[in-house]
């Protein structure tokens, strides 16, 4: 059981909505470094803003790329995933595209990240692939597991936050069990309570991505 004032530490502090002002960058910013969370994820338009807010503190950067669908072409993930480089991204939040998985072509899906790969190898970031589990059976899982551990991604991800079904206990341990220990999970989609995020990282969830990040870390503070 995970100690409750470490929950903190697990956070992804979340805004991902299309509408996101610079207001709610700035917010999102002050929050991590107070409560410590891990990173902050943002829109690619606000990486640069949110590396200057967060300077200085331990607090990562994070972005999407093919968000939300991920079914951008290979070449317009690459420039993506550049330019948030550029701009000062610490780690890169990719979906994956999932009409290749509904389509069986698992080629396309080595193809892909096997070409995105080496950029960020190459600049020391982190790349966390968001598969959409919430829309994958079991069997699609599973293999998404076989292709990105063998391409050696960093963190494979839940979900997106913007499908039918987000992040589940289920999931979580089912990628937990085929994948190696040396890569991570994070959760992602509804998570909006303690007690939720802490029954995915009992799971096996090495990250929590969400907006509801204050009031988890207020409700894990009751616990103590």
Known sequence: MLPVMNISSYIDHTVLKPTTSIADVEKLCAEAMQYNFAAVCVPPLFV?????????????????????FGYSAIEAKVAEIILAILDGADELDMVINISAIKNKDWQFLASEINTVM???RGKGKIVKVIIESGILTDEEIITCCDIYGAAGVDFM???????????????VQLMR???????KIKASGGIKDYKFALELI????????????VKIAAEAALQN
């Open 202 to 213: 009992n799971a096996g969830a090495d990250r929590i991505g969400c907006s509801s990040s």
């Open 157 to 171: 991800k839940t979900s997106t936050g913007y499908a039918e079904k987000g992040a589940s206990v289920h999931a």
């Open 48 to 68: 640069k803003k949110a590396k200057e807010l967060t300077g200085g503190s331990n607090v990562k950067v994070a972005t999407v790329i093919g968000f939300p």
């Open 118 to 120: 080496p950029i960020i």
């Open 177 to 183: 069990v085929h994948l190696a220990s040396s890569i």
